[in-house]
């Protein structure tokens, strides 16, 4: 999993169109963009991903502590985000929808 979440960072980034990442590619030697680039580029769904499969617990630790919380709820709220963007992001409703994840 680790692998594959890598690999799509990487091929959303050699794909990107985006007018910072077409400069870097353009102006760098590096294949590589730096992860505060490559993260513009990641939707919601890799990105609760990407958390997700962060081999060092002591980094999601790390992480979630930079909000106030810990690791399985900051897990939860980008489930959330990512459940509740993809109801707003396809056209469905969201206003009286009976949601299937709940908050911890």
């Known amino acids: 999993m680790h692998t594959q979440s890598l690999e799509a960072t990487y091929k959303m980034a050699k794909e990107s169109t985006e007018d910072f990442?077409?400069?870097f590619k353009n102006n760098y030697v590096n294949t590589y963009l730096p992860?505060?680039?490559a993260?513009?580029?990641v939707t919601f769904?890799?990105?609760s991903k990407l958390y997700d499969n962060l081999r060092?617990?002591?980094?999601?630790t790390?992480?979630?502590?930079?909000y106030g919380v810990n690791t399985p709820i900051l897990q939860n709220w980008l489930m959330i985000l990512t459940y509740t963007r993809n109801i707003c992001a396809h056209h469905?409703?969201?206003?009286n929808k009976r949601l299937?994840?709940?908050m911890s």
């Open 21 to 23: 990442a077409v400069n």
């Open 35 to 37: 992860s505060w680039m």
């Open 39 to 41: 993260l513009e580029l």
């Open 45 to 47: 769904t890799h990105l």
């Open 56 to 60: 060092d617990s002591s980094a999601k």
């Open 62 to 66: 790390e992480i979630a502590g930079l």
């Open 92 to 95: 469905s409703r969201f206003w």
């Open 100 to 102: 299937s994840y709940s």
